[in-house]
């Protein structure tokens, strides 16, 4: 048999029971024949018996094998007839498809939260529902009538919020543009997702910010990119550090978060941005800008983006409501040259024939209405409010155990824990006291990272989850004393 390999993501058990039943396939333990006895098979295997009864009791789920107390495990032989019949292995296909699942950390989270609806929720990334705009868009949906005719969509997005947000990005963001300039997409990580399947090839080096929710989503990987790091100060990134994976890799692309970056709510200086676009325009390299959270500028004065200060073309500018406004809509945008536009909506219609309408004329409606300005501006105060409890909640209960800087927008704030900690006992820990995070590994941190974002949980519940936090930190520390 062969030894299982204890550095794979993959369970000891499932890969023994993957080698049986290869081995089974391969004639090498024919129909009827005798398997190794539970004990003999985890001495020969050199792991606990317990795991080669899941493995056995996986392959009999199967109808692979069939045990009989006193005759051991045997191969099934008669199950489906003469000619022995397998289900399909789905564990193998599961594991073998080249687009990979999310990281283990953001499943748990996900599985977390769907068990326990009463966990203090500091790590989903969106608007809780007393800062959204509920009540506005329940009254736009009831004073308009939409389409009654439920077609395909345009795949490069329904044209009057296409439209719309022509007006809208010249109005918030400085940002002249023209709707055929512009991809409708179900939010921005679908732009990031088309842009990495289309735009660049298996092998291509690109670079992203560290830390950077890039490292939290797998598309990276999964298209076959090498990813190089930007390393983050109190400015952002360096941009002579673009330049310098230019030289060293190659680098085809820059991924960048400039404005209260996730995770660490950092905006990227004023002069480093002109010198980025000096250096990509040397370069002829391309910038995606990932820009979510400017709006929520708690000054009411967001930092210019890249793409209203690129002359030339150089920027793909990538937006959405999900942080503003609704995650639920969906929608989100990306302003890209013609070309880029055309190529990329070609691969939406491949994929789901273009967006639903409904929320696109939902968005739209939303921002022809007058309610925007107004909910920008209690969207801001709330989380400003959100912000400063949260502080003041960390300060109280932990005030020589953690450090940070405060943001200036955006939802989150990142923490470093002063001792040193196992991101995944205090993960568990923190679960156990009804609290929930985001480890800082999960955006490509050393261990002893945090992100909370503020803008999910109620009011009511911040100060009570950084109390339950502080409890779950004390205890991992005690038990690692």
């Known amino acids: 048999m062969r030894q299982p390999d204890r550095h794979s993501n993959q369970p000891l058990y499932q890969q023994i029971a993957d080698d049986i039943e290869r081995r089974i396939s391969y004639g090498e333990f024919p129909p009827g024949s005798l398997l190794p006895s539970e004990r003999k098979l985890a001495e020969q295997l050199g792991v606990n018996r317990s795991t080669v009864i899941l493995a056995y009791a996986e392959l009999r789920a199967l109808g692979i094998v069939e045990s009989r107390t006193g005759s051991g495990t045997r191969v099934s032989k008669y199950k489906w007839g003469a000619t022995p019949k397998h289900t399909p292995n789905w564990h193998r296909y599961v594991e073998g498809g080249s687009f990979l699942p999310n990281l283990p950390f953001l499943r748990r989270v996900r599985e977390a939260l769907q068990q326990d609806n009463t966990l203090i929720d500091f790590a989903s990334g969106e608007l809780g529902a007393d800062i959204s705009p509920v009540k506005e868009i329940n009254t736009l949906m009831d004073e308009n009538h939409y389409t009654a005719y439920l077609g395909y969509a345009d795949p490069q997005g329904f044209g009057p919020l296409r439209e719309a947000l022509v007006t809208y990005l010249s109005q918030y963001r400085g940002i002249q543009t ?89 905006a990227l200086d004023a002069g480093r941005r002109i010198e980025l676009l000096d250096v990509a325009s040397e370069l002829g390299l391309p910038i995606v800008e990932d820009d979510p959270f400017s709006l929520t500028a708690y000054n009411g004065m967001p930092p210019q983006p890249l793409k209203s200060m690129d002359p030339i073309g150089s920027v793909l500018y990538i937006g959405s409501f999900s942080k503003i406004a609704a995650s639920g809509l969906r929608v989100g945008w990306m302003v890209a040259p013609h070309s880029v536009v055309d190529r990329l909506a070609d691969a939406r219609q491949q994929m789901d024939f273009g967006l639903s309408v409904v929320p696109q004329q939902v968005a739209a409606q939303f921002l022809k209405s007058p309610y925007v300005q107004p909910h920008l501006e209690r969207l801001r105060m709330h989380l400003l409010y959100k912000r400063d409890l949260l502080i003041s909640a960390l300060r109280q209960e932990l005030p020589d155990l953690v450090s940070f800087s405060i943001p200036q927008g955006g939802l989150h704030l990142w923490c470093k824990i002063i001792p040193e900690v196992s991101d995944n006992k205090l993960f568990e820990e923190a679960i156990r006291h009804g609290v929930i995070f985001v480890p800082g590994s999960v955006y490509g941190s050393d261990s002893g990272y945090v992100r909370f974002t503020f803008a999910r949980p109620k009011t009511d519940e911040i100060v009570p989850g950084i109390a339950k936090f502080a409890a779950a930190l004390r205890a991992v520390l005690a038990q690692s004393n």
């Open 178 to 266: 023209t709707e055929s300039s512009i991809l409708i997409t179900s939010g921005s990580q679908q732009s990031l997702y088309l842009i990495t399947q289309c735009l660049l090839a298996p092998g291509d080096a690109v670079a992203i910010e560290d830390p950077s929710y890039c490292y939290s989503l797998p598309i990276f990987q999964s298209a076959g990119l090498r990813l190089f790091r930007l390393p983050v100060d109190a400015k952002g990134i360096r941009p002579e550090d673009v330049r310098s994976l230019y030289k060293k890799h190659r680098i085809k692309m820059v991924f960048v978060n400039p404005n209260y970056q996730n995770p660490t709510g950092i």
